[in-house]
């Protein structure tokens, strides 16, 4: 397994967010992360990326404990993409994406090697922001920013990469073009991806498997058609739903609010 949460608790100080969690990802699979606000989603995602250390239990990275090891060497296996990025003012884009390169370089190496300079084409080339290389990040819209980071992940030639909530603020047209992306770079490359997604449906279309959390634990973990059970959504979100087979794979609609059935 490239990634594999154990017996994982965790959270901020003495605050237990997630706890106990077995999850393992597989070999060039999709997984996404799924559950109610608060669930512990975002925090889990931190703990196997090695961000927040755990209060117990251990992450193993290519079947190495991650928080044991260097981050340099955690780099070139691992990149995250992160809810909010913050970027420097006046960095073009090519300068940004080539910081994917820093686990690769000593820290005295201002200079990109032919390696290096490769990897920074090719991941601006199949982010398709090659024609925005000289210009600022900060003049780019929503979409285009999510593009370039997504090219500086790619830069480090990860083999798993972990993105939180990747299309918010996107509007559905570009929620669209990243997912699409980021599933070609899955089949093709094998790229190992683990998304937090607060759309359901979204998800269901692009996952290979779902993990379901419900206050802060595990409720499940399976295939979409399993996870998207009926029961399954009304135990995790309180929502009455039903279940579609559509063009493009299950999909579920909402019915109403599970608790105000329940209460009726």
């Given at each position: 397994m490239p990634l594999e949460a154990q017996n994982l608790s965790g959270g901020y100080g003495t605050t237990t967010i997630v706890e106990a969690i077995d999850l393992a990802l597989e070999q060039g699979e999709w997984l996404s992360l799924l559950g109610a606000n608060g669930s512990g989603k975002s925090t889990l995602l931190r703990l196997m990326s090695r961000i927040l250390a755990p209060q117990q239990g251990v992450v193993f990275l290519d079947g190495k404990a991650i928080h044991s090891q260097p981050i340099q060497a955690v780099a070139r296996q691992l990149a995250i993409l992160p809810q909010q990025q913050t970027v420097p003012p006046g960095l073009t884009v090519e300068q940004l994406v080539s910081l994917g390169r820093a686990p690769y370089q000593n820290w005295w190496e201002?200079?990109?090697?032919?390696?290096?300079?490769?990897?920074?084409?090719e991941a601006m080339s199949e982010?398709?922001?090659m024609r925005?290389?000289?210009r600022s990040v900060a003049q780019l819209s929503g979409?285009?920013?999510q593009r370039v980071f997504l090219a500086l992940a790619l830069a480090q030639n990860p083999k798993v990469l972990l993105l939180d909530e990747p299309t918010?603020?996107?509007?559905i047209r570009y929620q669209l073009q990243l997912l699409d992306l980021l599933k070609d770079l899955n089949q093709k490359q094998e790229l190992a991806i683990i998304t937090v997604l607060h759309d359901i449906n979204l998800a269901a279309r692009y996952s290979d498997r779902l993990a379901l959390l419900r206050q802060g634990r595990l409720f499940g973990v399976g295939t979409v058609e399993a996870m998207l059970a009926p029961e399954n959504v009304a135990a995790v979100f309180d929502v009455d739903a039903i279940v579609l087979?559509?063009?493009?794979?299950v999909q579920i609609c909402p019915i109403s609010d599970g608790l105000k059935t329940e209460n009726q």
């Open positions: 201002w200079e990109l090697d032919a390696v290096g300079k490769q990897k920074v084409e982010t398709g922001v925005f290389r000289e979409g285009e920013k918010t603020y996107l509007d087979d559509t063009p493009v794979g």
